[in-house]
């Protein structure tokens, strides 16, 4: 058998070791819809200023007093926070998403409160305050080609994103559906800025494609209800592991902008930039939600089970339970339902354990208090622990750390995240005249 000399064998070297991703192989980034801390640390951050035209009426509220570096300490940004787009990979096919992350990162210690937010959970794309900015562009044009995009004012002057000391905020767009059109091949570059820092354009391209086109999506509205215990008798579980049953329940309105605010600068440890793409299994639990219509309530019933690597799982405290409707259109639903809430004892954390089951009983009539005709998509998000709004600053409550019991074993993995059982039916009765 012949052999290369070796300069022949050298000069292939290279050349095998440049061979192209196949390209159908992309990053896993986010890919399951949820991100860790880990992944947002890897997102290359470059803010340019925004000059001083661009922001002259805008407000202040990031300023603060420099703060004194500590000996030895790793010196901080410059920056009070920065800002990015993470695109995991930058050709896409005609037809399909094209998933763009904004992320600010805070550099401080302190929680930053934002006035302005980039909000992807409306049926089209809404920017809560005059602070954000966003947009696409044809690189071959240099002209932006976003259509739709809706503005509103932050009429309370109040944060809207409560960013955490050292942490960050991020939030997932669909560029092929954000623009309200579909793109078309060509060369094209993504930014955005809050207040006064822009984000480093970063370029991406649309290629030629045979896939189908796709169907412009109908509009759809989520709507969220903080489910809680609002009557006495309600069963705890037992030995036998009966379900906890809430026999009166109170459903609090919460607006859909602040769920996904809350999840985007992360909900123990775990970040949800869409609120769209929550999945009902994170590889430590699975929730399941089994819906029983009954004449005197419907019952929501939602079990969560350990995932295939465990036996059993424990939770911290009881896992904190919101419906979320979806249904076609723009309207918004205005529910009063809400009851007093009732103090939950606390119990000791072994009886919190796989498989959890919370049976709520829904408020007689909740659906014809809704006014939604025909039909909508119920599900239900289930986070370990209360999902905290954003109410202003102030200091989050600490996630308590797991233990080893007092014989030395190791115990079951306390559960920390965010899943959502998959959506039901539920057909709503015609509107009165």
Same mark, same amino acid.
């Given at each position: ?14 050349? $095998? ?19 860790? #801390? ?28 420099? !703060? ?19 695109? +995991? @990979? /930058?050709?896409? #096919?005609? $037809? ?21 937010? *980039? ?53 997932? $767009?669909?560029? /092929? ?7 078309? *091949? ?28 796709? *169907? ?12 809680? +215990? ?12 009966? *379900? ?45 939600? !089994? @819906? ?80 939604? !005709? ?20 102030? !200091? ?13 074993? /190791? #115990?079951? +993995? ?20």
């Amino acid at each position: 058998m012949s052999r290369l000399p070796p300069l022949v064998f050298a000069a292939l070297l290279p050349a $095998a070791i440049a061979a192209p991703v196949p390209r159908d192989v992309r990053p896993e980034f986010g890919s399951n819809g949820l991100l860790s #801390r880990a992944d947002l640390e890897k997102v290359r951050f470059d803010s340019r200023p925004v000059p001083d035209r661009d922001r002259r009426e805008r407000r202040r509220e990031v300023d603060e007093p420099k !703060e004194v570096e500590k000996p030895g300490a790793a010196p901080r940004p410059a920056n009070r926070y920065d800002v990015a787009v993470h695109m +995991p @990979w /930058a050709a896409f #096919r005609e $037809a399909e998403p094209i998933p763009a992350y904004l992320v600010l990162r805070n550099n401080r210690p302190a929680v930053l409160g934002l006035h302005s937010r *980039p909000d992807f959970s409306e049926p089209y794309p809404m920017f809560h305050g005059g602070g954000c900015g966003f947009d696409v562009r044809d690189r071959a044009t240099g002209e932006s080609v976003l259509e739709g995009i809706s503005h509103a004012t932050n009429c309370g002057g109040g944060s809207l994103v409560d960013v955490p000391g050292d942490g960050y905020y991020v939030a997932r $767009a669909d560029l /092929a559906r954000v623009a309200g059109k579909p793109l078309r *091949p060509g060369e094209y570059e993504v930014d955005w800025s809050y207040d006064r820092f822009r984000s480093a354009p970063v370029r991406f391209t649309v290629t030629r494609s045979d896939l189908p086109a796709r *169907p412009a999506a109908r509009p759809v509205t989520s709507h969220y209800f903080r489910l809680s +215990p609002a009557g006495d008798g309600d069963e705890r579980p037992g030995a036998a592991g009966r *379900p906890v049953v809430w026999r009166e329940v109170g459903l609090e309105q919460v607006y859909a902008g602040d769920v996904a605010a809350a999840l985007g600068v992360g909900h123990a440890g775990v970040y949800a930039p869409d609120v769209r793409a929550i999945p009902s299994a994170d590889g430590v639990v699975e929730a399941a939600l !089994e @819906w029983r219509p009954y004449r005197e309530g419907d019952r929501a019933v939602v079990t969560l089970r350990a995932g295939p690597k465990f036996e059993r799982v424990r939770f911290a405290a009881l896992p904190e339970l919101h419906l979320q409707l979806d249904v076609p259109g723009e309207d918004r639903v205005a529910v009063a339902l809400e009851k007093q809430q009732k103090a939950l004892g606390q119990l000791g954390a072994e009886e919190w354990v796989t498989p959890l089951t919370v049976e709520a009983r829904l408020p007689a009539g909740w659906r014809e208090a809704c006014e939604v !005709e025909g039909t909508g998509r119920l599900s239900v998000l289930v986070t370990s622990g209360r999902l905290e709004l954003p109410t202003g600053m102030r !200091e989050k409550v600490k996630v308590a750390e797991d233990r080893i019991d007092p014989a030395g074993r /190791a #115990r079951p +993995p306390v559960w920390s995240g965010v899943v959502r059982t998959a959506a039901v039916e539920v057909r709503f009765p015609p509107a009165g005249p």
